[in-house]
């Protein structure tokens, strides 16, 4: 009995901590510009298919993680420069739709320079899985919530102690403020897509050994870091983390002892539980409007 | 979202085409399949082998003294441009019998208009529905779901298991198949005692297997399902230490389902046409030159491993070559009537023997059973 | 000149009445009456959503949800109960309207992109339960739905009819009620918009809070126009239903809910007019793109993003503002009389 629910413990953490990571970069940007940013799953997939690209060309798996996580933050970079920030009297909807069109262009151009096959990779350390209690723990799990702790921290410190994460604090309180004292916002938003990439491709690249890749794997993961972060309240950090684990757990429980037919009825139904009870989410930040 | 919009794309250029083509009154065959989207490899396989054998046959001197002309559309594997592309190719283009469909839902969303319109219809998808009860003009090459649950069943039996765990996908192909697969064990006295599914986009199936691992005396596992998530329950259940024999469904069929699954295959079964063990059936099978003939062409043209799916269109289009021979027009009632009469015709995935009642032609031995072995799939019986 | 005949709501339905008239001169076969049909279709869901999104200020990334519902609740009643095609499209709107009803109200009351959450989450469990419930749907592989059948005279696209002493087919007839519904729907979304509903509709998309303040029942009219567009969606699913003859739970994929709040921001949120045209170019762009092959997809995407960034406000908004202005009104007043 325990060793089942374990194991769906496990299961279930593994996949939410991938969930977290890329609700984490949807509450990046959302908060530095309201975008919701539709093109969040395509840095997940940039980072899976470029990593298994560069090793199938020989290349050692550590320098091809370092190339794809640069490739995908690049991405980043130039999504915000040239199809957001040059759309400035554009309404958020609008801004919503450029990141549509911004997924479907680079999911297009992966399916024609990688093909449309699923592609395996193999697990970052070659140890057998653990056994815990009778429930047993993939390696790569250990990977994935490594890595994520890990992340976490450095975007905690990130945010506390250099100018720059200060900065991306500030704009998202308040744009206009942020800029009486001379932050240049343009700026701010630049780096909030780059970060957010950076950990989207990261969540691509640790769960690959586990999910595969290929082309269009961007579309489930990303919606899925997408109902994360609205479980904890699109805006929150911790929201997004706690999102995304009860999204991975309740979904694994789910799966095992209801039923996996409507497992992800379950976890979309925990979006209409939280606006209709916790209308803010989870964590959500109250928010004053401007008149 | 592109799949969608995007049913209409390849209709104008093959439409001028045609334009030019109109003199010599060629036959012509008319297609749908999903050559791209997540059905694609079912659908590219499908169409590079009707383009290459229309080819091959036109190169021969075509059929009745015509060439043959291939119209085919990509339905991205959605059922409602399938539908409208088996309206144009009716329509429209004029088609004189169809060979398409990749997927059951595809094919069945195709099937009240081509009863209507009243043209020979040829499936390459699985689910025992298309042909049973059976339609008037349609028909289909892969065997059902319906046999391949049979065979497995029957595998089963052979080494004295009675008590099963079933996973399959909720997809159209796994849904049927799990469907088909509780009738057949109940009529074979097999107990299903475990029965969970898992989504066509889900990426971990742990908690699926650790479910039928709990289940008390479950004797082996049977995955109902086709594109990733199948090499993904197969890593599970190595990863989870799950010893129990494990079988697979003909829907993985193919080498690139080793590719994927890697050493985690290794011993697990499935029923597949030979044609993924071409060289292992003995000398004397009927089927032995058709297959390694179809391999070697295949793989000599596209410079791409041959696949199981693409021999669905190399009998598809051989049956209905047959069928206009024997009509000796194109005349739809009398190429259903042909279609319907054909026996005795040796293909890739097996003999078929239609008739009035049985628009498939099948029986449950054209499939073999494989199993993996040092990563390669071998022929067992 | 194009101002001036949208201004309007009259003029602007005549326009769309007579272009729809005479377009089938440009159709060479009944292949392309399809197309036109579906187009047609889908043009009037999005006339509705417009409400919601244009008006209200609202996303709803569940659409399809609806248009799905409905599709498969004429179909079921239908085929399997054996009901009459128009009470089905009814009740069908009546159901998907207490469903709308129920989500919009409680979220609505927040302010923020809390429906466009709630939406996505009742469109996947929409599709979710079309798939899982076989014994009802058919499940993924879907079900058949019978032509439409109104007091015992059946439309099939494979029938013949006579109007008027004219033998027409199936096709044509099938296009003539599209239409007539599409303007219908035209027509009910322009005076909704007139009427005193869509003037505190557009106060709210002003400053919530102002509207609020001067005594506009904020919640009241936003749950409305969010079940308005809901039920648009059921009734143009259901009429596809049976137009198709054959529905999948695809109807109602997240896919297609993104398909559709694309056509009405691409056309112009917020102009009626200019929706249409959205429902048009986001229908036929992939014909433009045939050439492209592989590259179809990517090229779509950067269409589709090349397009938003230049005209943020939409093509016929955007359109409007560049046509001379003969009328020398203020360009912001025209631009708020048209886009009505």
Known sequence: MFSEFLQYLFTGTTIGATYALIALGFTLIYNASHVINFAQGEFVMIGGMTTVALTGMGMPMIVAVVLAVILASVLGLALQRLAIAPAKQADVVTLIIITIGASIFIRGIAQVVWGKEYHSMPNFSATQSLEVFGAVLNSQSLWVFGIGAVLVVALVLFFTKTLSGKAILATSMNKEAARLVGIRTQVVLMLAFMVSAFLGSVAGIVVAPITFTSYDIGIILGLKGFVAAAIGGLGSGVGAIVGGLALGIVEAMAAGYISSDYKDAVAFSMILLVLFFMPRGLFGAKVVERV | MVRRIGKYAAAVATGLMMLSAQASEPIKIGSFVSATGPASFLGDPELKTLEMYVEKINDEGGVLGRDLELVHYDDGGSASSARNFASRLIRSDQVDIIVGGSTTGTTMAAVPLIQQARIPFISMAGAVKITTPVKKWVFKTPQSDRMAAERILRDMKDRGITKIGLISGTGGFGSSGRAQTLEAAEQMGVEVLADVTYGGSDTDMTAQLTDIRNTEGVEAVLNFGFGQGPAIVTRNYADLGMELPFYQSHGVASDSFLDLAGSSAEGLRLPASPLLVPDSLPEGDPQKEVVQDYKAEYEAHYDSKVSTFGAYAYDGLNLAVRAIEKAGSTDPEAVRKALENIEGYVGVTGEFNMSPDDHNGLNVDSFRILEVQNGKWTLIN | ?340
Do not use: C
């Open chain 3, 1 to 340: 000149m194009l101002n001036q005949i949208m201004q309007s709501r009259l003029r602007g339905v005549m326009l769309l009445g007579l272009i729809l008239i005479f377009l089938p001169a440009f159709f060479a076969n009944p292949f392309h009456y399809e197309l036109a049909i579906q187009v047609g279709i889908v043009a009037a869901t999005v006339v509705g959503l417009n409400l919601l999104v244009g008006f209200a200020g609202q996303i709803s990334l569940g659409h399809a949800g609806f248009f799905g519902l409905g599709a498969y609740f004429s179909g079921i009643a239908t085929g399997t109960y054996g009901w009459s095609s128009i009470p089905a499209l009814v009740a069908g709107a009546i159901a998907v309207g207490v469903v709308a009803w129920i989500v919009g109200r409680p979220i609505l009351r927040l302010k923020g992109h809390y429906l466009s959450m709630a939406t996505l989450a009742v469109g996947f469990i929409i599709a979710i339960i079309l798939e899982n419930e076989r014994a009802l749907t058919g499940g993924p592989d879907g079900m058949s739905v019978p032509p439409l059948e109104v007091f015992g005279w059946q439309l099939s696209t494979f029938g013949r009819y006579s109007l008027f002493g004219l033998e027409i087919s199936g096709v044509q007839a099938w296009y003539m009620v599209a239409g007539v519904l599409l303007v219908i729907a035209t027509w009910f979304a322009l005076n909704i918009i007139e009427s005193p509903i869509g003037r505190a509709l557009r106060s709210l998309k002003g400053s919530e809070v102002a509207a609020g303040v001067v005594g506009v029942n904020t919640t009241k009219y936003k749950s409305l126009v969010f079940v308005v567009s809901a039920v648009y969606a059921s009734i143009m699913g259901g009429i596809y239903a049976h137009f198709q003859g054959f529905i999948t739970p695809d109807l109602a994929s997240f896919d297609f809910s993104i398909v559709l709040i694309t056509m009405v921001v691409i056309g112009g949120m917020g102009s009626t007019f200019g929706v249409i045209l959205g429902a048009v170019v986001i229908e036929l762009l992939p014909q433009a793109l045939a050439d492209f092959q592989e590259l179809e997809m990517a090229m779509f995407g950067l269409i589709l993003m090349v397009t938003m960034i230049f005209m943020p406000k939409g093509l016929l908004p955007t359109l409007n503002s560049v046509v001379p202005n003969i009328t020398r009104k203020k360009a912001a007043e025209v631009r708020h009389d048209s886009t009505g």
